[in-house]
């Protein structure tokens, strides 16, 4: 089975960058997509970005295209977000996923298999 742990949340500003990691253990972090995806409260678990093995295609939500940016590291088993020009709408919880034996990068959430704990990030205006 593989875990995801994520880290590097925190409290920024607005208009601050910030990076997100997710560590894989278990089974090889190449063979699979993984992904981020978020949740503010009282609001619906949303799709951010998600990368093939290898990194080789990426996909972004239209909301964090310019700003944000998935990138992986299969040689450590991490994959990264990098979050730039961050908003106040930017705050919830962020998520981790991996679709294990597929090469399909998709936005909904029922399409991964694995999910990390999560980790919160919060800007302030």
């Known amino acids: 089975q593989v875990q995801l742990v994520e880290s590097g949340g925190g409290l920024v500003q607005a208009g601050d960058s910030l990076r997100l990691s997710c560590a894989a253990s278990?089974?090889?972090?190449?063979?699979?997509?993984m992904g981020w995806f978020r949740q503010a409260p009282g609001k619906e678990r949303e799709f951010v970005a998600a990368i093939s093995e290898s990194g080789g295609h990426t996909y972004h939500a239209d909301s964090v295209k310019g700003r944000f940016t998935i990138s992986r590291d299969d040689a450590k088993n991490t994959v990264y977000l990098q979050m730039n020009s961050l908003k106040p709408e930017d705050t919830a919880v962020y998520y981790c996923?991996?679709?294990?034996?597929?090469?399909?990068?998709?936005?909904?959430?029922?399409?991964?298999?694995?999910w990390g704990q999560g980790t919160q990030v919060t800007v302030s205006s």
């Open positions: 996923v991996a679709k294990t034996d597929s090469t399909f990068l998709s936005g909904s959430p029922g399409w991964y298999n694995v």
């Open positions: 278990g089974r090889t972090a190449s063979n699979y997509v």
